[in-house]
């Protein structure tokens, strides 16, 4: 599997090495779209998911396309020499869509009407693009191992080993799949909770505190959105740790849910407790 879209509740992967479009099933996987397969191999990579559409680079034959959940093709743009990366528009309106198009090193916007246009170009070996809320473009560069703001002109993170996934979290940071270490990168734009380790050991009358990331420049206040098992909270301030006073933990383990907002931006966190000893 290379890409994931999501779209009204179903999970869409992108099966590189079947060069298919699946969906994820209750029972299993669902082939959605069969591509024509790339002897080499070197078949889809990124998908993306919009306005009822799946989006589709099929990378070797040059050309992305849009397909509705039946598996029809109802649209397809052509003319790219090896797209791998797309971009849609997350508010769900029809574009501009962004494609990444490795061999020609450079970005394309595809326009409502058909057609598309260069953006930028330079870029060696592409492999997938965003832009963010404020109009950034960023993409990932594999072989210089560097993620990289278009619209600035400069790079965000380097001396990444491969790195091609490029997508947002709810809070618009940066997460970057480095292929050749195996994990997930995240480049913090905005804000990110740090937490104590699992299953933390909590004395009666005792709070937990949380630690919150806050991204280059960005001051916006920040706030516990949603909590459970917690009877009182001392936010957290411009760059200091926020508190949780939990609930006794009758349990092995127990558990608090948390949801962090600053305007339309959430993170998420989990954290396990359980009482002291004695």
């Given at each position: 599997?290379?890409?994931i879209?999501?779209m009204?509740?179903?999970?869409y992967?992108a099966?590189q090495?079947?060069a298919?479009?699946?969906?994820?099933?209750d029972?299993g996987?669902r082939?959605v779209?069969?591509l024509?397969?790339?002897?080499?191999g070197?078949?889809?990579d990124g998908i993306?998911a919009n306005?009822g559409l799946?989006?589709?680079?099929?990378?070797?034959?040059?050309?992305?396309?849009?397909?509705?959940?039946?598996g029809t093709?109802?649209?397809?743009?052509?003319g790219?020499?090896r797209?791998?990366?797309v971009?849609?528009n997350?508010?769900?309106?029809?574009g501009?869509y962004l494609v990444a198009?490795?061999?020609?090193?450079?970005v394309?916007s595809?326009?409502n009407?058909?057609?598309?246009?260069?953006?930028?170009?330079n870029l060696?070996?592409?492999d997938?693009?965003?832009r963010?809320?404020?109009?950034?473009?960023m993409v990932t560069?594999?072989?210089?191992?560097?993620?990289?703001d278009?619209s600035?002109?400069?790079?965000?993170?380097?001396?990444?080993?491969n790195?091609?996934g490029?997508?947002?979290?709810a809070a618009q940071n940066?997460?970057?799949t480095?292929?050749d270490?195996g994990?997930v990168?995240?480049?913090?734009?905005?804000f990110?909770?740090?937490?104590p380790?699992p299953?933390?050991?909590?004395a009666?009358g005792q709070?937990i505190?949380f630690?919150l990331?806050?991204g280059?420049?960005?001051?916006?206040?920040?706030?516990?959105?949603?909590?459970?098992?917690v009877?009182?909270i001392l936010?957290?301030?411009?760059g200091?740790?926020?508190e949780?006073?939990?609930?006794p933990c009758?349990q092995?383990?127990?558990?608090i849910d948390m949801?962090?907002?600053?305007g339309?931006?959430l993170?998420?966190?989990?954290?396990t407790?359980a009482?002291?000893?004695g």
């Amino acid at each position: 599997p290379e890409g994931i879209a999501q779209m009204d509740g179903v999970t869409y992967i992108a099966d590189q090495l079947r060069a298919r479009v699946v969906a994820l099933t209750d029972t299993g996987v669902r082939t959605v779209f069969q591509l024509q397969p790339d002897p080499n191999g070197l078949n889809l990579d990124g998908i993306a998911a919009n306005g009822g559409l799946i989006v589709v680079p099929d990378s070797p034959h040059g050309t992305v396309l849009f397909v509705n959940p039946a598996g029809t093709v109802v649209r397809t743009e052509g003319g790219f020499r090896r797209p791998e990366g797309v971009w849609a528009n997350e508010t769900g309106q029809a574009g501009p869509y962004l494609v990444a198009d490795a061999n020609a090193s450079a970005v394309y916007s595809l326009r409502n009407a058909g057609g598309h246009d260069l953006v930028a170009r330079n870029l060696t070996g592409v492999d997938d693009v965003v832009r963010t809320d404020e109009g950034h473009i960023m993409v990932t560069l594999p072989t210089p191992g560097r993620l990289y703001d278009v619209s600035a002109g400069q790079d965000v993170a380097r001396g990444l080993r491969n790195p091609q996934g490029l997508e947002f979290d709810a809070a618009q940071n940066l997460l970057v799949t480095e292929s050749d270490n195996g994990r997930v990168d995240e480049v913090v734009r905005t804000f990110a909770i740090t937490t104590p380790a699992p299953n933390v050991q909590v004395a009666a009358g005792q709070g937990i505190c949380f630690g919150l990331v806050r991204g280059s420049g960005f001051t916006d206040p920040v706030y516990v959105d949603q909590v459970t098992n917690v009877t009182a909270i001392l936010e957290p301030t411009g760059g200091a740790a926020g508190e949780l006073l939990v609930k006794p933990c009758g349990q092995p383990t127990c558990a608090i849910d948390m949801t962090l907002r600053s305007g339309t931006k959430l993170v998420h966190a989990w954290i396990t407790y359980a009482a002291a000893p004695g």
